[in-house]
């Protein structure tokens, strides 16, 4: 395995440090320290807006080791403020990635640390938590301080970070003479939301997270979607208002963080995960068809499960088992149905509101990275802006 000369460290919260190299860029980053079980799609992670003030820890052992590309961004910038890795690649034999991994990092000016144990580090994330960590590579640095640094960062917990990775003015994306108009809220969009979107026929129009319902509703849109994003959703205030004045004015699909900032705007709670979602393996049941989807997330905050499910847990019960119709709960905005549960821990992966035009996942149907399975929740956005479109012409 390939060992550099630059010395390089991850120092948790808690006191545990682990020593490796650096590579990439040298230097010093304070964040929460996570970890991705993705074995592929390296690039995307990094660039995913929802890590913005997070660090990942890839738990497959070799990273790098089919280049990098600007075609696999998910945002303009590195997101994720330090890669740990087991083993560092900087290959670029890849026919559509003519860059090597550690030269795109560190010409984007990315601390990296490789040659720890990243089993023992997301052991240690697993048993006590996502923490704040310090991860530094460089021939001066001292743990002692890194230690130090860690203690005057803010907690995850009631921050808002999307004011913080939001588009400042609204931009178009796709086709304007697609058939649909959508306006996407930026709390941290992936490219890859704008690509399907595009491809079942929508011109999108993003906006940023601050803007209000009724100049979205100025621009006459065929429905809103509402984004994936970082930080914790109670803190976002703004949006969750913003979202309760659209509710019943036109058709609205959430996902990630836009699927629990819905979820507040109805009445319900969410609450941060010991550890988090992040990788492209997670096993969803849909149950208003049966189905279990192999999903693609990335999230440290989720939305309160129901009675049923946590009865149901507490009896040891086959969560794929539960009849979907036992999982319809009142809201502020009338009878909302559970569609879709995290079979490793039963959080809940998606909602349909009865009484209103709309619908949100927690999990990633875009993938970038990941498996297709849901790509069809693109499709029941599409339909549900038509059903609206049918109505409007009906009352007209």
Known sequence: MYRGDVPGYVVLKDGTVFEGFGFASAGQVVGEVVFNTG??????????PSYHGQMVTFTYPMIGNYGASDHLLESDIVHSRATIVREIKNNAWNATCSEGWVDWL???????????DTRALTRRIREHGAMTACVAAGPDVRVRDMLAAT?????????????????KEPYTWGDEAAPY???AYDYGIKRSILKNLTAVGCHVTVVPAFWKAEQVLDLDPDGVFLSNGPGDPAA??????????????VPVFGICLGHQLLALAI???????????????????????????????NHGFAVEPPAVVLEAQAAEHDLA??????????????AVRVTHLNLNDGTVEGLRLLDVPAYSVQYHPEAGPGPHDSHYLFGQFVELMQQGAKRTTCVG
Do not use: W
């Open 321 to 334: 088992s539960l009849d979907g119709a036992t999982m319809v709960l009142d809201s502020d905005r009338g």
């Open 106 to 116: 560190e010409a984007r000016g990315i601390v990296g640390v490789a040659g720890i």
């Open 39 to 48: 074995m592929t799609g390296y690039q995307e992670i990094v660039t995913d």
């Open 236 to 249: 976002v205030n703004y949006a969750v208002e913003t979202i309760r004045e659209l509710l019943g004015r």
């Open 267 to 297: 009445g319900f709670a969410t609450y941060k995960l010991k550890f988090g979602h992040r990788g492209i393996n997670h096993p969803v049941r849909n149950y208003e068809t049966g189905r279990i989807e192999i999903t693609s997330q």
């Open 181 to 183: 108009r959508v306006v």
């Open 151 to 167: 203690h005057v960062f803010p907690s995850m917990a009631g921050r808002d970070l999307a004011s913080e990775v939001t588009c």
